[in-house]
């Protein structure tokens, strides 16, 4: 069964500063991956997948993602952090029909 | 077009009482998946469905709860006699086809139990 670890449930950084987010991923077959951001109170939006293809992707937010098969990672990265991307981030692997999530990782921006 | 719909977005049961959690997925979409979120976790899988049809509910509790997606009208997410471990964030999502062909699911804000 795949299953998705993320490490550290808490990340602060500084505003403008770079943003990492780690996500590691186990699958004995190729996976499709996401990540997820979820803001107080609301649903989650995603963010990136990657399914196929170019293994760094691009999503919304200035945010992006490297696939890396060797290391069975998914890291979510942004140059340059925001006050606006406090919130709390999940990655995902989808399952045969169904997406197990990661337990999240919550990013504090410091001013 | 409207995005995944649930309602109610609060919902306050004491115990025992039935909990009943709507979603309408987005337009065009059949398939439907209900998640549970408790405090500083991520979200669980509970149930798969079609229109009509329950694909996988490896993640429903065996007693208590139910789900359907009847032909017409909403999803159902039922919880019969709750308790107050019930209390979570469910969250629903849709999508047009199924997540191993590439599609990706759309989620809804969130229905938050709260159970006294």
């Known amino acids: 069964a795949q299953s998705v670890t993320q490490l550290g449930s808490h990340v602060s950084v500084s505003e403008g500063a770079l943003v990492l987010l780690r996500c590691n991923y186990s699958s004995s077959v190729p996976p499709y991956l996401f990540w997820y951001v979820q803001y107080p109170n609301q649903g989650l939006q995603l963010l990136l997948k990657?399914?196929?293809?170019?293994?760094l992707v691009k999503g919304i937010n200035g945010f992006e993602a490297e696939f890396k098969k060797s290391e069975t990672s998914f890291h979510l990265t942004k140059p340059s952090a925001h006050m606006s991307d406090a919130a709390e981030y999940f990655c995902?692997?989808?399952?045969?029909?169904?997406?197990?999530f990661g337990k999240g990782t919550r990013l504090h921006i410091l001013p | 077009n409207a995005g995944v719909m649930q309602n109610p977005r609060h919902l306050v049961r004491r115990r025992g009482q039935e909990a009943r959690l709507r979603c309408s997925p987005m337009?065009?979409?059949?398939?439907v998946y209900w998640y549970r979120q408790l405090p500083e976790e991520g979200l669980k899988f509970m149930v798969y469905l079609q229109k009509e049809n329950i694909i996988d509910e490896s993640g429903m509790p065996k007693e208590r709860f139910s789900a359907e997606f009847p032909k017409e009208g909403p999803s159902i997410l039922r919880i019969q006699q709750v308790v107050r471990g019930d209390s979570a964030a469910y969250f629903c999502?849709?999508?047009?086809?199924?997540?191993?062909?590439?599609?990706?699911?759309?989620f809804g804000p969130g229905t938050r139990l709260t159970v006294t």
């Open positions: 990657y399914t196929t293809g170019a293994t």
């Open positions: 995902a692997v989808v399952q045969i029909d169904k997406i197990i």
């Open positions: 999502a849709s999508s047009p086809g199924g997540l191993a062909t590439g599609y990706e699911q759309y």
């Open positions: 337009k065009g979409h059949s398939h």
